[in-house]
């Protein structure tokens, strides 16, 4: 069964940091590229990162947190980490894992990580 599990959110003023923790189970991590999404209240949920490795040129971060968050995959471990430095009140969000953003089908979501940036 797969299970992506996230972890690391939490409450933190404008301008903190957070490092989002997703530990994937269930399937062969390594043949998958993993994304990082979020879901504002009343907003659609959107990709902002993915990564294949660590080697440069393989990951991907959308504009709106280029610079701020990074995206990375210790090799070896069914893990990946999010490091969000920063952080603005609009980053307020749950934030989810899953196979890459626009990928034909997404393994069954996991619950998220709550992340509240307060101004």
């Known amino acids: 069964e797969v299970q992506l599990v996230e972890s690391g959110g939490g409450l933190v003023q404008a301008g903190g940091s957070l490092r989002l923790s997703c530990a994937a189970s269930g399937f062969t991590f390594d043949d998958y590229v993993i994304g990082w999404f979020r879901q504002a209240p009343g907003q659609e949920r959107e990709g902002i990162s993915c990564i294949i490795s660590n080697s440069a040129g393989s990951a991907f971060v959308e504009d709106s947190v280029k610079g701020r968050f990074t995206i990375s995959r210790p090799s070896g471990a069914n893990t990946v980490f999010l490091q969000m430095n920063s952080l603005k009140p609009e980053d307020t969000a749950v934030y989810f894992c899953?196979?890459?953003?626009?990928?034909?089908?997404?393994?069954?979501w996991g619950q998220g990580t709550q992340v509240t940036v307060s101004s």
């Open positions: 899953n196979r890459a953003p626009g990928t034909s089908y997404f393994f069954t």
